[in-house]
C-alpha cells in the first residue's frame, strides 16, 4: 500500500491548474525557426538574381575603394585616370575603326571573276540608285581599278589591295595621289571597317574615276 503523500506527489502534474514545464531554449528556438520557415514570411525576400547582383555591386564598390586608395589624389584621382583611358580607346577606335577591319585585314578588290569597266560601273550605279552606298562605293573603286588596267596603266594582278592599287596608280597619275588613297581608304572602311558610306563618299569616287579616265598619265608604263 503506497502512502497518500506518494500518491499526491505522482498524479500532482496531471491534475486541472498544475503549471506546464517550462519551454527550454533548444525546444524555443526550433518552434521560432518552424514558424519563420512558412511561407508568408518570405513573400517579399528579394529573389536569387537579385542577392547575385547585389553581392557583384558590393564587391564593384569595394573594388573601386580598393583602387581609389591606391590611385594618385584618391577617388579623384581615379576618376581622372578612368576618363583618360577611355578617351584613348575611343581615340583608337575611331581612327583604327571597328576590330573587324584588323581582324580580317585588307583583302583583294575582286572576288567575282573578271568584270568590265563599264559593268563595275553600272553596277555602282545600280547601288547608289537604291541607296546602297556601301556597294556603291565598293563598285566604283572596283571600276577605277578595272579601268586603269583596261588602260594599261596597271597590270592585272589577282589578290591586288585597294592600297596597292592606289600606290601604284600614283606612279603614272601623280597629280591624283591623294584622291587614289583616299578613294582606297574609303573602300577599306566599308568593306573591313565595318563603317557605312554615304552618297558624298560615293560622289567623290564617281569625279575621280571621271577624272582618271581623262587624265594623261606620264609615260613611265605599267607599274611592275
Given at each position: 500500500?503506497?502512502?497518500?503523500?506518494?500518491?499526491?506527489?505522482?498524479?500532482?502534474?496531471?491534475?486541472?491548474?498544475?503549471?506546464?514545464?517550462?519551454?527550454?531554449?533548444?525546444?524555443?528556438?526550433?518552434?521560432?525557426?518552424?514558424?519563420?520557415?512558412?511561407?508568408?514570411?518570405?513573400?517579399?525576400?528579394?529573389?536569387?538574381?537579385?542577392?547575385?547582383?547585389?553581392?557583384?555591386?558590393?564587391?564593384?564598390?569595394?573594388?573601386?575603394?580598393?583602387?581609389?586608395?591606391?590611385?594618385?589624389?584618391?577617388?579623384?584621382?581615379?576618376?581622372?585616370?578612368?576618363?583618360?583611358?577611355?578617351?584613348?580607346?575611343?581615340?583608337?577606335?575611331?581612327?583604327?575603326?571597328?576590330?573587324?577591319?584588323s581582324l580580317?585585314?585588307?583583302?583583294?578588290?575582286?572576288?567575282?571573276?573578271?568584270?568590265?569597266?563599264?559593268?563595275h560601273r553600272?553596277?555602282?550605279?545600280?547601288?547608289?540608285?537604291?541607296?546602297?552606298?556601301?556597294?556603291?562605293?565598293?563598285?566604283?573603286?572596283?571600276?577605277?581599278?578595272?579601268?586603269?588596267?583596261?588602260?594599261?596603266?596597271?597590270?592585272?594582278?589577282?589578290?591586288?589591295?585597294?592600297?596597292?592599287?592606289?600606290?601604284?596608280?600614283?606612279?603614272?597619275?601623280?597629280?591624283?595621289?591623294?584622291?587614289?588613297?583616299?578613294?582606297?581608304?574609303?573602300?577599306?572602311?566599308?568593306?573591313?571597317?565595318?563603317?557605312?558610306?554615304?552618297?558624298?563618299?560615293?560622289?567623290?569616287?564617281?569625279?575621280?574615276?571621271?577624272?582618271?579616265?581623262?587624265?594623261?598619265?606620264?609615260?613611265?608604263?605599267?607599274?611592275?
Open positions: 500500500m503506497m502512502s497518500t503523500g506518494g500518491l499526491i506527489s505522482h498524479a500532482a502534474p496531471l491534475l486541472p491548474g498544475a503549471e506546464t514545464p517550462p519551454v527550454t531554449r533548444d525546444a524555443g528556438r526550433e518552434a521560432a525557426e518552424r514558424e519563420l520557415s512558412k511561407p508568408q514570411y518570405h513573400e517579399n525576400d528579394p529573389s536569387l538574381l537579385d542577392r547575385a547582383l547585389a553581392k557583384a555591386l558590393r564587391w564593384i564598390a569595394d573594388l573601386f575603394d580598393a583602387a581609389a586608395g591606391a590611385a594618385p589624389g584618391g577617388p579623384l584621382g581615379l576618376l581622372v585616370i578612368v576618363v583618360a583611358v577611355a578617351l584613348a580607346v575611343a581615340a583608337l577606335w575611331w581612327r583604327l575603326g571597328s576590330p573587324r577591319r580580317a585585314g585588307p583583302g583583294s578588290l575582286f572576288h567575282d571573276g573578271v568584270r568590265s569597266a563599264d559593268d553600272t553596277a555602282a550605279e545600280a547601288h547608289a540608285a537604291a541607296g546602297r552606298w556601301n556597294e556603291a562605293v565598293q563598285e566604283r573603286m572596283r571600276a577605277v581599278v578595272r579601268s586603269l588596267e583596261e588602260r594599261t596603266l596597271l597590270d592585272p594582278r589577282p589578290g591586288r589591295t585597294a592600297d596597292e592599287a592606289a600606290a601604284e596608280a600614283a606612279a603614272s597619275l601623280p597629280g591624283h595621289t591623294a584622291e587614289l588613297r583616299a578613294a582606297a581608304r574609303a573602300f577599306d572602311d566599308v568593306t573591313y571597317g565595318g563603317r557605312t558610306a554615304d552618297a558624298d563618299a560615293y560622289a567623290r569616287l564617281r569625279a575621280l574615276d571621271t577624272a582618271l579616265d581623262r587624265a594623261k598619265p606620264l609615260l613611265t608604263g605599267p607599274t611592275a
